[in-house]
T-cell receptor, first 114, second 111 residues
Framework: SAVISQKPSRDICQRGTSLTIQCQVDSQVTMMFWYRQQPGQSLTLIATANQGSEATYESGFVIDKFPISRPNLTFSTLTVSNMSPEDSSIYLC???????????FGPGTRLLVL | GENVEQHPSTLSVQEGDSAVIKCTYSDSASNYFPWYKQELGKGPQLIIDIRSNVGEKKDQRIAVTLNKTAKHFSLHITETQPEDSAVYFCAPSSNDYKLSFGAGTTVTVRA
């Protein structure tokens, strides 16, 4: 398995501002992912964070709104830009670990936008 | 994309009884079938998974069964305890790395 930490654990932000969420894993991993979980809902994949190249975004998510960095094999950031109340969600990072396809999740960042 | 249905959406059981959650998927290429447990205020925790070359897998009180022909797999929890109360998600995956999450099942174990 992998141990994943996220910062911040929660935040309350004003609309129009941006928040950067950090994800740190305790071992080198190839695949890192960012998910959104809206209140009371399931998980939706935002993007795959690729080391050394641009992130791959899922349908409905764009780089201008959710820029992602992946500077090395243990760290990634997700920025939620120009926030609105509709961005209030839990944001989760996950990593893929052996034996393949197994994904482990961080504790999540709980975001409330006023 | 993968269409995933999870039933029931809520499940209330008496402590000590069994709980069963079923997940139906649409992509016949799916070959990896995990179940996650999410407690309040926490991230999803992988509790058991199965790959397509196996029909059943058990880990203490938890088991997963797979029927590839019918395209469904199920989570079985025996001798339920209050700490089993949580939201459970299935998340089948096909040939790429993506997990397709079901809508979730809220399990409540009554003491």
């Amino acid at each position: 398995s992998a141990v994943i930490s996220q910062k911040p654990s929660r935040d309350i932000c004003q609309r129009g501002t941006s928040l950067t969420i950090q994800c740190q894993v305790d071992s080198q991993v190839t695949m890192m992912f960012w998910y959104r979980q809206q209140p009371g809902q399931s998980l939706t994949l935002i993007a795959t964070a690729n080391q050394g190249s641009e992130a791959t975004y899922e349908s409905g998510f764009v780089i201008d709104k959710f820029p992602i960095s992946r500077p090395n094999l243990t760290f990634s950031t997700l920025t939620v830009s120009n926030m609105s109340p509709e961005d209030s969600s839990i944001y989760l990072c996950s990593v893929e670990a052996p034996p393949g396809k197994t994904q482990y999740f961080g504790p999540g960042t709980r975001l409330l936008v006023l | 994309g993968e269409n995933v249905e999870q039933h029931p959406s809520t499940l209330s059981v008496q402590e000590g009884d069994s709980a069963v959650i079923k997940c139906t998927y649409s992509d016949s290429a799916s070959n990896y079938f995990p179940w996650y447990k999410q407690e309040l205020g926490k991230g999803p925790q992988l509790i058991i998974d199965i790959r397509s070359n196996v029909g059943e897998k058990k880990d203490q009180r938890i088991a997963v069964t797979l029927n590839k022909t019918a395209k469904h797999f199920s989570l079985h929890i025996t001798e339920t305890q209050p700490e089993d109360s949580a939201v459970y998600f299935c998340a089948p995956s096909s040939n790429d790395y993506k997990l397709s999450f079901g809508a979730g099942t809220t399990v409540t174990v009554r003491a």
